[in-house]
């Protein structure tokens, strides 16, 4: 275990005072002077078969900082094209591979703009790609951002675009709550990363929860849906100051691809 998460706060603080003009060169500095980071990522277990490896506290904090990072670049994106090259610079960089997935699904893919169809029954159509994904293996790092068009039955604009997206820190100007909310600059930093994998056979969310129901308790479809998500995109409800962090929830894959870029 390196200087994680300290070594990635650093950066975490100098790429939101970068422009798009220089957001690139402090990721390639720090890239040099921490390359253990790679090392680090490279040794974490992955699954076998359906077996979800355990991680240390350690690990977890180390894969937060890293999220943090993540965040700030894709939340700049719209400021300026350089915060999304520095985004692929940063995960690339890392040794994560990035991820091709042309149907919509919600371990792949976050939400962010929709145009909503005229046919309410219309299926969840993927229309372009803003952020791109990237995933460790079978544990996935950061979902790729998309713009969708779909049928109200599915999914409700506005609700997809503006409730709350949890396990997330920051996404430009939408709500976002994750488990460092409330805690002290220092103690922040200890925050677990959630863990989403892809088995041989399953999707499998958020890991490491013990399953507590949700504070609020929420409806079986609403918690299904916010667990696989993140945020919800059809549940007319209140969303802010929810408390799901305790629910998992696991699904059988479909003949899916791998969704790697070559």
């Not at 949700?214 to 916010?226: G, K, M, N, Y």
Request: net charge negative; hydrophobic share 35%.
């Amino acid at each position: 275990m390196t200087n994680q998460p300290f070594d990635t706060y650093m950066l975490w603080d100098r790429v939101q005072k970068d422009d798009g003009d220089t957001v690139s060169s402090s990721i390639a500095q720090w890239q040099r002077d921490n390359p253990q980071e790679v090392e680090w990522l490279g040794q974490l277990p992955d699954v076998v078969g359906d077996v979800v490896p355990r991680v240390s506290d350690g690990d977890l904090w180390g894969l937060y900082a890293l999220s943090r990072v993540a965040d700030v670049l894709i939340s700049r994106i719209e400021e300026h094209h350089g915060f999304l090259s520095a985004y692929r610079q940063f995960m690339l960089g890392l040794g994560l591979q990035e991820v091709i997935q042309g149907t919509f699904h919600p371990f792949y893919h976050e939400i962010s703009h929709v145009w909503q169809a005229s046919e309410p029954e219309a299926s969840v159509e993927i229309l372009g790609t803003i952020w791109p994904g990237f995933m460790l293996g079978s544990l996935m790092i950061s979902r790729a951002g998309v713009s969708v068009a779909a049928g109200t039955r599915s999914v409700q604009k506005d609700i997809a675009e503006s409730s709350t997206i949890y396990w997330t820190h920051r996404r430009g100007s939408r709500p976002c709550e994750d488990l460092s909310v409330g805690w002290g600059h220092n103690s922040q930093w200890r925050t677990r990363f959630r863990r989403d994998y892809r088995t041989a056979s399953s999707f499998m969310y958020n890991v490491d929860a013990r399953g507590e129901p949700s504070d609020p308790p929420l409806e079986e479809h609403a918690r299904v849906e916010l667990v696989r998500h993140r945020c919800f995109i059809h549940c007319n409800q209140e969303h802010r100051d929810l408390f799901p962090y305790g629910e998992t929830y696991v699904e059988a894959r479909d003949s899916d691809t791998n969704g790697f870029s070559a």
